[in-house]
Nanobody, 124 residues
């Protein structure tokens, strides 16, 4: 499966953004989808995940209550709605997929498929 993340940009603290992860070349419904982020000079970190069936989701503490992960299987697309953005949210955001994964705190090392990232910059 090929993934393409989009929707990043430059926003001010408190603003919202919605990231999209468009998938192609595979059966989208069979893949759990995760969002990860990487700030300059830092490791790639888990942000949110949604199960392959879409029945469950899981968030990092930093995202819980502000971010919402969802998926539209008819459009082969997953989303990350980010509200109340903070400067600490500044990073390159990546989506990733893995077959038949149930939502949890996923390690980046365990993901089989990655899209190119999209930059999110939050100014104070």
């Amino acid at each position: 499966v090929q993934l393409q993340a989009s929707g990043g940009g430059l926003v001010q603290a408190g603003d919202s953004l919605r990231l999209s992860c468009a998938a192609s070349g595979g059966t989208f419904t069979t893949y759990g989808i995760g969002w990860f982020r990487q700030a300059p000079g830092k490791e790639r970190l888990f942000v949110a995940a949604i199960s392959w069936g879409g029945a469950s989701s899981y968030y990092a503490d930093s995202a819980r209550g502000r971010f919402t992960i969802s998926r539209d299987n008819a459009k082969n697309t997953a989303y990350l709605q980010m509200n109340s953005l903070k400067p600490d949210d500044t990073a390159v955001y990546f989506c990733a997929a893995d077959p038949y994964r149930v939502a949890g705190r996923w390690s980046p090392d365990g993901m089989n498929y990655w899209g190119k990232g999209t930059q999110v910059t939050v100014s104070s």
